[in-house]
């Protein structure tokens, strides 16, 4: 942890415990890693994603995290925009982790209704603001782990 209250990632955090004392201040929910030294974490506490290059911090943002299963994962799917399966919504900027059912739950900028309104509704995927979903989009290779 940084002086800041910014998590700084350093060598194997496990399966995002939270009573691991390395995951304790931060509450970790979700790890992915690349194979090119690219980490993302989504920390429980504050609501927010931080990507890393290395130890570096790269940007972080704030997220709705409602309902988010636990643990490490990889980047399976990415879309420009994915449909939810549920509700028939456009989810711009669409990162797939990991399934509930047939149901792929991720990272995603705000929901696209199907009225045309935007929303950052959560039913267990990790929603940003649009600019931040944009950028961790382009940013995370696909398989990233």
């Not at 201040?25 to 931080?50: F, M, N, P, W």
Request: aromatic content about 10%; proline content about 6%; glycine content about 10%.
């Amino acid at each position: 942890m940084s002086t800041n209250g910014t998590p700084r990632i350093t060598g194997d955090w496990g399966a995002c415990d939270p009573s691991e004392p390395r995951n304790r201040r931060t509450r970790v929910a979700i790890v992915i890693e690349s194979d090119a030294g690219k980490r993302i974490l989504v920390d429980i506490s504050d609501r927010r994603v931080y990507a890393y290059e290395g130890d570096r911090l790269v940007f972080q943002t704030w997220a709705n995290i409602s309902g988010l299963k636990r643990g490490q994962f990889r980047v399976q799917t990415k879309l420009p925009v994915a449909r939810s399966v549920a509700l028939g919504w456009r989810l711009p900027y669409w990162m797939g982790i990991y399934y509930v059912g047939r149901a792929e739950n991720g990272f995603h900028g705000p929901a696209i209704l199907r009225n045309g309104a935007r929303a950052l509704n959560s039913l267990g995927c990790i929603v940003m603001p649009e600019e931040a979903a944009q950028r961790l989009y382009a940013w995370t290779p696909l398989g990233t782990l």
